[in-house]
């Protein structure tokens, strides 16, 4: 019951204080009466409407002990219930009373806080009593209704029970104690699951809804533009945001790891080795008289070699085999998936769509976005490129082998006139001294194909929801191609010729041009009042160069700037003209020549780009009388196709000087198109003119996606720590001052915790990257390395207990591996698994034929010596392993490992009698080389040979004829070592099968 009285003065408060605390005292009693008032209210409302229910036991205490006894519990039931009924008149009664006295209370302190407070504060005093009376009102209603509303439910109706014959209710069956405990324990059950399903299916509807507004943003942003007539599912949204960098969690193969090893032993053995002979290094380098004239080319372009020393060193040896043991007995666990089944969804769907060429996923030119195309669109784009006689022509056959030959002829005359040595000729063209060829897998040329990068940049916002097909360019790649080697050769020759032709003008990246910029800006080369700065771009640079004017602006920069001869020089412009004009790329089987342009995925073009704008520019299109009068550009810089410079007049002016040299330029096929302003847009920097001189901030493209690796992916924990900073760092450099740094650096903080990064991470990351003076670091250059430690890479596939287990074994055996390899500094490296580029991005396979699935593995060719012995079926049991073979491909198929089994030896499991082999020409070819060895001086050559000359020899003339051979895969030149050490690690044929002969070279 609530306190009526009102509290006394208290003598050491002044009476103001007094006051206010009688006034507190009264309201707090008010507050009290009144939500005692209305809970009886309630109550009596309750019994009255619900008297006649038994409900009572659910609102208040039960009376009594449970039985155990079904009878007993009813009957006492039973009588509560009559009893309570009984009482109810009662209740209401008594409640009656209380509400009376409450309410005499109530009004003594109303009038005792009316004659205190004024009429305004006695309003406001009473209003806000009674809108808390009406929810205190409120609050005990919705208790009491959700309790008789979850009684009435529960509530069975049961039978009437007479109170006064025993023998009615001693009728129920009785369930003893544990029969009783057993039920309990299934209602418990039942209940448990109910309400789990019940919190199951709340967190899924919450799901769902947090991956709809999900989605939803994503298709706002930039991520993924779907321009496809398919509607792509959430789930395929939810997976292509990841990015195409993210990589799926995969734990991999056993096998990858103890070839890594192999390939890792071999570096040990021929590190030791020249430790060990220090003085056979430098004979190998000089064994062979350099002429003046010959040219130098780079060891990248060297063979990689599989053979181990002759001599090994048993220490070494020691060494490797106890490495080996810990890489075998390595137990791999596989990682946690950072895919949620949602995302898992998405991906299958994908690649399935892209396996059936129904959809094309690309990365947009710029922006770093996904974009979906129609596959007939993207089929469309490239034969409209391939089909304008202005740019291809058709080429009959495949020009491969006749462009090789060609460059042959070329590099055997060069050598003759003693511009290359014979291992420079080795390294270009894989001849060896003895006429003969490598059978090296770089040397193998393989198909250069044809893909295009989609501009959505160029589209309005507009276009892209009406899905307006953008424009593109086509990117050539010709990596393996016939000429790539040649090419590879020219780009490290051309690289310096360029740099010192345009030199001063010239800028290797962004910090190269914002230091320039910061020089003229320091020495005040920005302060004119009628300044401008100016930006060019030539539209599509490659594609429009004219492969004469190439040959004749590298033709006068190797003139003027480098020491090579004429003969050099000739040599050179020969290479390049060669190159330019036997360009070809191959769609769907079909062979294309380039007949304008420069493709842009040759290695050779960049710096041929480089030299002809420079040359264009000085000697062709400024000179000329129209155009001198009306060039006001000062501190020209210039990367590649862009060009930025300030602008001595107004953008009027700049505007007919373009027009002009438009009229120019388009006689050489060069078109320029450009902006003058205070501000302008350059590679990735905003650069404007204020009254402080030259100010820079960073540029982002409005369709950019500003996508940074996501957190999930499975990559090394160190590549997650240097993102943040790196990207921090780049704007601390770009921005020029502190306002528009930090406002940058914002707003990649908010994208990188889009991606799921910590907060603490980036708040660390960002906290150094402001802490560095950008002066510093435009005025730093980084310095090649000076010391002479060695590095020796270990590569293995990611995984961080591996890596970690490696790393601590290297570190406790230091002394040991000094003393074995000299001063030589081991890194753990780790290649990533296939990212989203690699698994749905196929731009190599889309070029290619779809091949169809065969009856048999046999060519068609009459001629063939092999074709009666493809006999292997679909699958083979080899060792207790199942092996696939791939149906597409014949033995006239090129880059295959292949399966051979001995049909005479005895053994219906195939435990001895298999062997596994690889060939990057057809099995033809192969199996030709097989058959050769059928002889007595060369038995040894072959594994085949040598298991017929042991186990058949009767049978040792007929050669091959004893065996059924198969095509189990077709892999790229340079997997086919690995993926043949594969098939022998699992089937154990080096230790079983025909594998463990030991051939002789």
Same mark, same amino acid.
């Given at each position: 019951?609530?306190?009526?009285?009102?509290?006394?003065?208290?003598?050491?408060?002044?009476?103001?204080?007094?006051?206010?605390?009688?006034?507190?005292?009264?309201?707090?009693?008010?507050? %009290?009466?009144?939500?005692?008032?209305?809970?009886?209210?309630?109550?009596?409302?309750?019994?009255?409407?619900?008297?006649?229910?038994?409900?009572?036991?659910?609102?208040?205490?039960?009376?009594?002990?449970?039985?155990?006894?079904?009878?007993?519990?009813?009957?006492?039931?039973?009588?509560?219930?009559?009893?309570?009924?009984?009482?109810?008149?009662?209740?209401?009664?008594?409640?009656?009373?209380?509400?009376?006295?409450?309410?005499?209370?109530?009004?003594?302190?109303?009038?005792?806080?009316?004659?205190?407070?004024?009429?305004?504060?006695?309003?406001?005093?009473?209003?806000?009593?009674?809108?808390?009376?009406?929810?205190?009102?409120?609050?005990?209603?919705?208790?009491?209704?959700?309790?008789?509303?979850?009684?009435?439910?529960?509530?069975?109706?049961?039978?009437?029970?007479?109170?006064?014959?025993?023998?009615?209710?001693?009728?129920?069956?009785?369930?003893?104690?544990?029969? %009783?405990?057993?039920?309990?324990?299934?209602?418990?059950?039942?209940?448990?699951?109910?309400?789990?399903?019940?919190?199951?299916?709340?967190?899924?509807?919450?799901?769902?809804?947090?991956?709809?507004?999900?989605?939803?943003?994503?298709?706002?942003?930039?991520?993924?533009?779907?321009?496809?007539?398919?509607? +792509?599912?959430?789930?395929?949204?939810?997976?292509?945001?990841?990015?195409?960098?993210?990589?799926?969690?995969?734990?991999?193969?056993?096998?990858?790891?103890?070839?890594?090893?192999?390939?890792?032993?071999?570096?040990?053995?021929?590190?030791?080795?020249?430790?060990?002979?220090?003085?056979?290094?430098?004979?190998?380098?000089?064994?062979?008289?350099?002429?003046?004239?010959?040219?130098?080319?780079?060891?990248?372009?060297?063979?990689?070699?599989?053979?181990?020393?002759?001599?090994?060193?048993?220490?070494?040896?020691?060494?490797?085999?106890?490495?080996?043991?810990?890489?075998?007995?390595?137990?791999?666990?596989?990682?946690?998936?950072?895919?949620?089944?949602?995302?898992?969804?998405?991906?299958?769907?994908?690649?399935?769509?892209?396996?059936?060429?129904?959809?094309?996923?690309?990365?947009?030119?710029?922006?770093?976005?996904?974009?979906?195309?129609?596959?007939?669109?993207?089929?469309?784009?490239?034969?409209?490129?391939?089909?304008?006689?202005?740019?291809?022509?058709?080429?009959?056959?495949?020009?491969?082998?006749?462009?090789?030959?060609?460059?042959?002829?070329?590099?055997?005359?060069?050598?003759?006139?003693?511009?290359?040595?014979?291992?420079?000729?080795?390294?270009?063209?894989?001849?060896?001294?003895?006429?003969?060829?490598?059978?090296?897998?770089?040397?193998?040329?393989?198909?250069?194909?044809?893909?295009?990068?989609?501009?959505?940049?160029?589209?309005?916002?507009?276009?892209?929801?009406? %899905?307006?097909?953008?424009?593109?360019?086509?990117?050539?790649?010709?990596?393996?191609?016939?000429?790539?080697?040649?090419?590879?050769?020219?780009?490290?020759?051309?690289?310096?010729?360029?740099?010192?032709?345009?030199?001063?003008?010239?800028?290797?990246?962004?910090?190269?041009?914002?230091?320039?910029?910061?020089?003229?800006?320091?020495?005040?080369?920005?302060?004119?009042?009628?300044?401008?700065?100016?930006?060019?771009?030539?539209?599509?640079?490659?594609?429009?160069?004219?492969?004469?004017?190439?040959?004749?602006?590298?033709?006068?920069?190797?003139?003027?700037?480098?020491?090579?001869?004429?003969?050099?020089?000739?040599?050179? +412009?020969?290479?390049?003209?060669?190159?330019?004009?036997?360009?070809?790329?191959?769609?769907?089987?079909?062979?294309?020549?380039?007949?304008?342009?420069?493709?842009?995925?040759?290695?050779?073009?960049?710096?041929?780009?480089?030299?002809?704008?420079?040359?264009?520019?000085?000697?062709?299109?400024?000179?000329?009388?129209?155009?001198?009068?009306?060039?006001?550009?000062?501190?020209?810089?210039?990367?590649?196709?862009?060009?930025?410079?300030?602008?001595?007049?107004?953008?009027?002016?700049?505007?007919?000087?373009?027009?002009?040299?438009?009229?120019?330029?388009?006689?050489?096929?060069?078109?320029?198109?450009?902006?003058?302003?205070?501000?302008?847009?350059?590679?990735?920097?905003?650069?404007?003119?204020?009254?402080?001189?030259?100010?820079?901030?960073?540029?982002?493209?409005?369709?950019?996606?500003?996508?940074?690796?996501?957190?999930?992916?499975?990559?090394?924990?160190?590549?997650?720590?240097?993102?943040?900073?790196?990207?921090?760092?780049?704007?601390?450099?770009?921005?020029?001052?502190?306002?528009?740094?930090?406002?940058?650096?914002?707003?990649?903080?908010?994208?990188?915790?889009?991606?799921?990064?910590?907060?603490?991470?980036?708040?660390?990351?960002?906290?150094?990257?402001?802490?560095?003076?950008?002066?510093?670091?435009?005025?730093?250059?980084?310095?090649?390395?000076?010391?002479?430690?060695?590095?020796?890479?270990?590569?293995?596939?990611?995984?961080?207990?591996?890596?970690?287990?490696?790393?601590?074994?290297?570190?406790?055996?230091?002394?040991?591996?000094?003393?074995?390899?000299?001063?030589?500094?081991?890194? +753990?490296?780790?290649?990533?698994?296939?990212?989203?580029?690699?698994?749905?991005?196929?731009?190599?396979?889309?070029?290619?034929?779809?091949?169809?699935?065969?009856?048999?593995?046999?060519?068609?060719?009459?001629?063939?010596?092999?074709?009666?012995?493809?006999?292997?079926?679909?699958?083979?049991?080899?060792?207790?392993?199942?092996?696939?073979?791939?149906?597409?491909?014949?033995?006239?198929?090129?880059?295959?490992?292949?399966?051979?089994?001995?049909?005479?030896?005895?053994?219906?499991?195939?435990?001895?009698?298999?062997?596994?082999?690889?060939?990057?020409?057809?099995?033809?070819?192969?199996?030709?080389?097989?058959?050769?060895?059928?002889?007595?001086?060369? %038995?040894?050559?072959?594994?085949?040979?040598?298991?017929?000359?042991?186990?058949?020899?009767?049978?040792?003339?007929?050669?091959?004829?004893?065996?059924?051979?198969?095509?189990?895969?077709?892999?790229?030149?340079?997997?086919?070592?690995?993926?043949?050490?594969?098939?022998?690690?699992?089937?154990?044929?080096?230790?079983?099968?025909?594998?463990?002969?030991?051939?002789?070279?």
């Amino acid at each position: 019951m609530a306190d009526t009285s009102v509290s006394s003065s208290d003598p050491s408060l002044n009476p103001q204080d007094n006051e206010i605390r009688n006034i507190r005292c009264i309201v707090r009693n008010i507050e %009290k009466l009144s939500s005692s008032i209305a809970r009886l209210k309630e109550k009596k409302k309750l019994l009255s409407d619900y008297g006649e229910l038994d409900l009572f036991s659910s609102l208040r205490p039960r009376i009594g002990k449970r039985f155990g006894d079904s009878c007993l519990d009813e009957r006492k039931q039973n009588i509560l219930n009559e009893c309570r009924s009984r009482l109810l008149p009662i209740s209401l009664e008594e409640i009656d009373n209380q509400i009376s006295d409450f309410r005499i209370q109530l009004y003594r302190n109303f009038n005792n806080l009316q004659s205190i407070v004024s009429p305004e504060e006695y309003r406001r005093i009473s209003c806000r009593i009674w809108q808390r009376e009406r929810s205190v009102l409120e609050k005990v209603r919705k208790d009491h209704d959700r309790k008789v509303s979850y009684f009435i439910s529960k509530t069975q109706p049961t039978s009437s029970v007479i109170l006064n014959d025993p023998l009615v209710s001693s009728s129920a069956p009785c369930l003893t104690r544990p029969e %009783k405990k057993v039920k309990h324990e299934e209602l418990k059950r039942a209940y448990n699951a109910k309400r789990n399903k019940k919190k199951k299916e709340k967190a899924k509807a919450l799901k769902q809804e947090q991956t709809r507004a999900q989605i939803s943003l994503i298709k706002e942003s930039n991520l993924v533009q779907n321009f496809s007539s398919y509607e +792509i599912p959430d789930s395929a949204y939810a997976f292509l945001a990841l990015g195409s960098s993210f990589v799926p969690s995969a734990m991999g193969h056993k096998h990858d790891d103890i070839y890594d090893f192999k390939l890792f032993a071999r570096k040990m053995r021929w590190t030791a080795f020249f430790h060990n002979n220090k003085e056979l290094d430098s004979t190998v380098v000089s064994s062979e008289p350099q002429d003046v004239n010959a040219f130098h080319v780079s060891d990248t372009l060297k063979p990689q070699s599989y053979e181990n020393p002759t001599q090994q060193d048993k220490r070494v040896e020691s060494f490797i085999e106890q490495l080996s043991s810990k890489i075998t007995a390595h137990e791999k666990k596989r990682p946690k998936s950072n895919l949620t089944h949602f995302e898992m969804e998405g991906l299958k769907w994908c690649k399935r769509m892209m396996l059936e060429r129904v959809l094309y996923f690309t990365k947009v030119d710029k922006g770093g976005s996904i974009i979906v195309m129609d596959v007939e669109t993207v089929e469309s784009d490239i034969l409209k490129t391939l089909t304008n006689t202005q740019k291809y022509e058709l080429v009959q056959g495949d020009p491969r082998s006749s462009i090789r030959s060609e460059i042959n002829n070329m590099i055997n005359d060069m050598t003759n006139n003693s511009l290359f040595t014979m291992k420079d000729r080795l390294y270009l063209t894989g001849q060896t001294e003895k006429g003969g060829y490598s059978h090296d897998p770089s040397f193998c040329t393989r198909e250069p194909y044809l893909y295009p990068l989609y501009k959505i940049h160029k589209l309005s916002k507009e276009q892209i929801d009406n %899905k307006v097909i953008p424009s593109n360019r086509m990117v050539t790649s010709s990596v393996g191609g016939p000429t790539y080697r040649i090419g590879k050769f020219l780009e490290e020759l051309l690289n310096p010729v360029s740099e010192e032709f345009c030199k001063g003008e010239l800028i290797r990246d962004t910090p190269d041009f914002l230091l320039k910029a910061k020089l003229m800006n320091d020495s005040s080369e920005f302060n004119g009042l009628d300044l401008n700065l100016v930006a060019m771009d030539v539209v599509a640079l490659y594609p429009s160069i004219k492969i004469d004017l190439a040959l004749e602006a590298v033709e006068i920069a190797l003139t003027k700037v480098t020491q090579f001869s004429q003969l050099q020089i000739g040599a050179i +412009i020969q290479l390049l003209s060669y190159t330019l004009h036997n360009s070809v790329v191959c769609f769907r089987g079909q062979w294309y020549k380039s007949v304008e342009g420069a493709p842009t995925g040759n290695p050779e073009i960049p710096p041929v780009a480089n030299i002809m704008v420079k040359y264009l520019l000085d000697e062709k299109i400024l000179p000329s009388s129209n155009i001198s009068p009306l060039n006001k550009m000062v501190h020209r810089m210039r990367f590649l196709d862009d060009i930025w410079s300030a602008w001595q007049g107004s953008a009027e002016s700049f505007h007919r000087f373009l027009e002009e040299v438009n009229v120019v330029g388009s006689t050489y096929g060069i078109t320029f198109t450009g902006d003058c302003d205070r501000t302008v847009q350059f590679l990735d920097v905003t650069t404007s003119l204020t009254q402080g001189g030259l100010s820079t901030t960073m540029y982002v493209k409005p369709t950019d996606a500003t996508r940074y690796l996501n957190r999930r992916s499975y990559h090394s924990r160190h590549t997650f720590s240097g993102i943040p900073y790196s990207q921090f760092r780049r704007a601390a450099i770009i921005c020029s001052d502190a306002q528009s740094r930090e406002a940058c650096i914002a707003r990649m903080e908010m994208k990188f915790l889009n991606s799921g990064y910590k907060m603490q991470d980036l708040v660390d990351a960002k906290q150094k990257a402001l802490s560095l003076n950008r002066d510093e670091l435009l005025n730093t250059k980084e310095e090649p390395s000076s010391e002479d430690q060695k590095v020796l890479a270990f590569v293995i596939n990611q995984h961080p207990d591996l890596r970690k287990e490696l790393s601590n074994f290297f570190e406790d055996n230091g002394d040991k591996v000094r003393n074995l390899l000299g001063d030589v500094k081991i890194v +753990i490296a780790e290649k990533r698994h296939q990212n989203t580029a690699s698994l749905l991005f196929q731009k190599s396979g889309f070029s290619k034929n779809r091949l169809p699935v065969l009856v048999n593995q046999k060519c068609n060719s009459s001629r063939c010596l092999t074709r009666p012995t493809m006999e292997l079926g679909k699958t083979e049991r080899v060792n207790g392993k199942t092996i696939k073979l791939d149906f597409r491909h014949t033995c006239a198929s090129e880059e295959i490992v292949y399966l051979a089994k001995c049909k005479v030896c005895d053994d219906p499991e195939s435990k001895s009698n298999f062997y596994f082999g690889q060939s990057v020409n057809n099995l033809m070819k192969r199996c030709n080389g097989h058959r050769s060895t059928f002889k007595l001086n060369k %038995k040894d050559e072959s594994a085949l040979s040598m298991h017929v000359y042991d186990k058949h020899p009767e049978l040792f003339g007929e050669k091959l004829c004893n065996f059924n051979f198969g095509v189990v895969k077709q892999v790229q030149p340079a997997k086919l070592d690995r993926v043949e050490d594969f098939y022998i690690f699992i089937t154990d044929a080096d230790t079983c099968g025909l594998n463990r002969y030991k051939v002789s070279n």
